[in-house]
T-cell receptor, first 111, second 109 residues
Framework: DAGVTQSPTHLIKTRGQQVTLRCSPK?????VSWYQQALGQGPQFIFQ???????QRGNFPDRFSGHQFPNYSSELNVNALLLGDSALYLC??????????FGDGTRLSIL | GIQVEQSPPDLILQEGANSTLRCNFS?????LQWFHQNPWGQLINLFY?????KQNGRLSATTVATERYSLLYISSSQTTDSGVYFC???????????WGAGTKLIIKP
């Protein structure tokens, strides 16, 4: 049984570019949440998707957007990248209202 | 918003030692989870423990919800226990995890 899978594992972009990160939830999980973890800090909640809709959103600008597909997989899009967007981006999945399980993350570096 | 504080921020121990990590939270929570993030960044669920005590091998956790704290115990530490331990809480029913800053644990052989 595959766990939460994220792609790519590493990514290097330059300021002003756009990036798309992908997440496949664990089998049987219909809820996907995205977190940003800066170096040396705890993860910060970006948003959560359930039934293809954004259900909750953390304190992140509109440059951060997402999508959930009918098969429950999800994408995180970040536009107009800033140096401060460099971080580990974590995807977590769960059945609605249950504990979250995390993928290995995507390390995004902005030059 | 709710605040989550973890202590100590750093802990260095010899292999075989025992340790206790603490998580305080400023308001009532629906749920609390403990995670271990290994040096490669992988985040592993340890416990889902809104209240009470749970044990899993050398690890155990206790949450006293009425007093707004949780403790993670690690016994007979091994070098593979090294990494950062995070406490995360869930407020109300919105399922958004709010994280502490973590305790960085280094186990020396």
């Amino acid at each position: 049984d595959a766990g939460v899978t994220q792609s790519p594992t590493h990514l290097i972009k330059t300021r002003g570019q756009q990036v798309t990160l992908r997440c496949s939830p664990k089998s049987g999980h219909d809820t996907v949440s995205w977190y940003q973890q800066a170096l040396g800090q705890g993860p910060q909640f970006i948003f959560q998707y359930y039934e293809e809709e954004e259900r909750q959103r953390g304190n992140f600008p509109d440059r951060f957007s997402g999508h959930q597909f009918p098969n429950y997989s999800s994408e995180l899009n970040v536009n107009a990248l800033l140096l401060g967007d460099s971080a580990l981006y974590l995807c977590a999945s769960s059945p609605w209202g249950q504990p979250q399980h995390f993928g290995d993350g995507t390390r995004l570096s902005i030059l | 918003g709710i605040q989550v504080e973890q202590s100590p921020p750093d802990l260095i121990l010899q292999e075989g030692a025992n340790s206790t990590l603490r998580c305080n939270f400023s308001d009532s929570v629906n749920n609390l989870q403990w995670f271990h993030q290994n040096p490669w960044g992988q985040l592993i669920n340890l416990f889902y423990i809104p209240s009470g005590t749970k044990q899993n091998g050398r690890l155990s956790a206790t949450t006293v919800a009425t007093e707004r704290y949780s403790l993670l115990y690690i016994s007979s530490s091994q070098t593979t226990d090294s990494g950062v331990y995070f406490c995360a809480v869930e407020r109300d029913s919105n399922y958004q995890l709010i994280w502490g800053a973590g305790t960085k644990l280094i186990i020396k052989p």
